[in-house]
């Protein structure tokens, strides 16, 4: 199916959905603006299921929101964006969406049930009284890009972020490139490196 902007389940998951909070957050301060935004449709964007080329995306123009980070929080922004008809890119160093999840540890599951995981639009499908898995969210990220039409551009991993001027920002990509907007959205999340205790030698690897 796809994002369904009035799913009353949806709503829930928004209400109720912790990670959600930063977004609305984020989204709330910049949306003041829109009015000063150019409209552009971004309809038509490679399957993001595949590992996407930056060249396979168009370049940001100077007016543009960046949203740095396609796990739950960016996507979920991307979402309110899209909606506002603002115009955005969402930018993410993995090679492909819910990676951040897929590279955990294999018995990983939400800590909060179904019914309250799933992000605006679309719901989390099975049990609503359970918990998902490592690879089922993974793959629901994934899937939710590609049903809502967020422009997404993977192999794209911001390593410098600087203001430019007075109004405008710049961020520099693993591989040189540069991408300019007036506004930009840090969705990137916690937990990005793992702590190992040194008592860790001493077990044998996951099974």
Not at 148 to 156: H, K
Not at 187 to 197: D, E, I, L, R, W
Request: aromatic letters at 8%.
């Amino acid at each position: 199916m796809p994002c369904d902007e009035a799913s009353p389940l949806a709503a829930s998951s928004h209400q109720n959905g912790h990670s959600l909070a930063l977004q609305e957050t984020l989204f709330t301060r910049f949306a003041a603006r829109q009015d000063e935004l150019p409209s552009r449709s971004w309809f038509g964007f490679p399957d993001v299921a595949a590992c996407t080329s930056p060249a396979m995306l168009a370049p940001m123009q100077s007016d543009d929101i960046l949203v740095i980070g396609a796990g739950q929080a960016g996507l979920a922004t991307g979402y309110h964006l899209r909606r506002s008809n603002l115009d955005f890119l969402i930018v993410d160093g993995a090679c492909q969406l819910g990676d951040s999840w897929r590279n955990r540890y294999k018995s990983l599951t939400l800590f909060t049930p179904r019914q309250f995981s799933g992000l605006p639009g679309l719901p989390l499908v099975g049990n609503r009284e359970l918990y998902a898995t490592r690879e089922e969210f993974a793959d629901y990220l994934r899937t939710y890009a590609t049903r809502c039409g967020l422009p997404v551009q993977l192999n794209s991993r911001v390593v410098r972020l600087t203001r430019i001027g007075a109004n405008d920002f710049e961020a520099t990509l693993q591989n040189g490139d540069q991408l300019q907007a007036t506004h930009v959205i840090v969705a990137t999340g916690g937990f990005q490196k793992s702590a190992v205790p040194p008592i860790s030698t001493k077990f044998g690897a996951e099974k």
